[in-house]
């Protein structure tokens, strides 16, 4: 089993930058994703990004790319990510996930879930 729990959020002015946290403990290993998802208010759960533990490769869907910037720590079992020029649409809870294979990750089914981080973007 993977516990994970996030960190990082809060509130924060528009245009700035944010780091969120993601420590993974338990039986996860380099063979994981690794994956960042959020829920706005009145919205489904979308994901946002993941990377592959082990070769550190990153996947983005096309709505970040550019603004995101997911990376990992092996040596600290954790997975960042960095959100630049906020925007209050960005406001949600934002949640990591884990899974042995990729495509949970991807859509949305992964083993493991953390319990969420708040990030509130004020204009």
């Known amino acids: 089993q993977v516990q994970l729990v996030e960190s990082g959020g809060g509130v924060v002015q528009a245009g700035t930058s944010l780091r969120l946290s993601c420590a993974a403990s338990g039986r996860i290993s380099s063979d994981y994703t690794v994956g960042w998802f959020r829920q706005g208010p009145g919205m489904e759960r979308e994901f946002l990004a993941g990377?592959?533990?082990?070769?550190?490769?990153?996947y983005y869907v096309d709505s970040v790319k550019g603004r995101f910037t997911i990376s990992r720590d092996n040596a600290k079992n954790t997975v960042y990510l960095e959100i630049h020029t906020l925007k209050p649409d960005d406001t949600a809870v934002y949640y990591c996930?884990?899974?042995?294979?990729?495509?949970?990750?991807?859509?949305?089914?992964?083993?493991?879930w953390g319990q969420g981080t708040q990030v509130t973007v004020s204009s």
């Open positions: 996930a884990a899974d042995r294979r990729f495509a949970p990750v991807l859509n949305g089914t992964p083993g493991s």
């Open positions: 990377i592959l533990l082990g070769v550190g490769t990153p």
